[in-house]
C-alpha cells in the first residue's frame, strides 16, 4: 500500500486544515489507517486511527475533541480534521497503514508510511 498525504500548510492559531490520506498500491480493505505527528526533536506521537469499519481511537488529551479522524472507503482515501490549531500542534503529519486490523497507537504496529505533510501553526 503506497500513502500519499496532502492538506498540509501554515495557518493561525484558531484555523483549521482537513489533511488527506490517499492509499493506492494494493487492497486498502481491512486495514486500520492511523496518523501520526513528529514535531521537531521529538519522537512519533499517535494521533488518531480508524478501523474499516469507521471505528476510531485518539491520542492524549491534546487532540482528543479538537481533531477527527475519517475514511471513505471507496475512495481509498483518510481524513483528518484539525480544529481549533495551537501552535504546539506544529509538526510533521503522517499516514500510516496497518494490515492487523487492530487500533493500535504504536508505530511499529503501522507497516506503511507516506511521506508527511507539514502543519505549521501561527500564534
Known amino acids: 500500500v503506497y500513502l500519499v498525504e496532502s492538506g498540509g500548510g501554515l495557518v493561525q492559531a484558531g484555523d483549521s486544515l482537513r489533511l488527506t490520506c490517499g492509499a493506492s498500491g494494493g487492497s486498502f480493505r481491512g486495514y486500520v489507517m492511523g496518523w501520526f505527528r513528529r514535531a521537531p526533536g521529538k519522537e512519533y506521537e499517535f494521533v488518531a486511527a480508524?478501523?474499516?469499519?469507521?471505528?476510531?481511537?485518539y491520542g492524549d488529551g491534546s487532540v482528543k475533541g479538537r481533531f477527527t479522524i475519517s475514511r471513505d472507503n471507496a475512495k481509498n482515501t483518510v481524513y483528518l480534521h484539525l480544529n481549533s490549531l495551537k501552535p504546539e500542534d506544529t509538526a510533521v503529519y503522517y499516514c500510516?497503514?496497518?494490515?492487523?486490523?487492530?487500533?493500535?497507537?504504536?508505530?511499529?504496529?503501522?507497516?506503511?508510511w507516506g511521506q508527511g505533510t507539514q502543519v505549521t501553526v501561527s500564534s
Open positions: 480508524v478501523n474499516w469499519s469507521g471505528a476510531t481511537t
Open positions: 500510516a497503514a496497518s494490515p492487523r486490523g487492530v487500533l493500535s497507537a504504536r508505530p511499529g504496529e503501522y507497516d506503511n
